[in-house]
């Protein structure tokens, strides 16, 4: 039963989306050009479909390439800012100020600097999936029970066996939220370095479409990086839930 709830509760989620949409459609009068209908959308995916999927293949590339760059990156940084005290205590202000900046201003010089090219866009998909990635597992590995790591002083364990055998699994949950949020946001980085400057990509697409007004087009798009980021969520927090099994879920 609880299997076919969750297949049934998506369904029905995307079909009052889906009628909103229509709704709001013919409210507007089904001016086309400002708002295109359900249906000429999906018109535009099959009709245009090779174009699409050319676009959608350099996009997802990026994405997946500053995903694992942004979560290896990430964890790397979260273990050396809480085993290097000197580091905490001079990088990670240093972390929370750079989030100050807005994407919308690294991206042209990130451009500027890397090119035009694949590499731009990767980097700039890392940096905003990198953040929380970072802050999530370092909470994880500094909020480890003290108990368990006096239990391993005691029991003669080396800061190297109670960093493998207790801080790791126990930064696992709040690692798993961290890479849940950064699979959402990871369209994010690569739609705007595309936007910034690009000969391929959705958000290249999005953009000159556009400019020529052709909503339906953009809308396309839209669709296709809102299943990007919803499969990539899925899949990382199915992989979650087998490393983290014993996180167990509260319906309080």
Known sequence: MSRLSAVVRPLVTAAGLIALWQAVYLLNGSRDYLLPSPLGTLETLIARADRLAYHAGVTFAEILMGFAFGVGLGMLSALVLV???PAR??????????????VFALAPLLALWLGYGL?????????????PVTTAFLDGLRRTDPLWLEQARV???????????????????AL????????AVAPIGAVVGEWVGSSAG???LMLHANGRMQTDLVFAAMALLAVFAVTL??????????LVPWQAESNA
């Open 202 to 204: 959705l958000g290249y």
């Open 155 to 173: 029991m003669n364990a080396g800061r190297w066996a109670a960093l493998v055998h207790i801080r790791l699994p126990a930064a696992l949950p």
């Open 233 to 242: 969520y899925r899949l990382v927090d199915a992989t979650m839930r087998r």
């Open 119 to 131: 590499t731009s866009k990767v980097v700039m998909a890392m940096l905003i999936i990198y953040f």
């Open 89 to 102: 205590r001079w990088l990670l202000p240093v972390l929370v100020v750079s989030q100050a900046i807005p």
């Open 83 to 85: 085993l290097w005290g």
């Open 176 to 183: 798993a939220s961290g890479l849940r949020v950064a699979a």
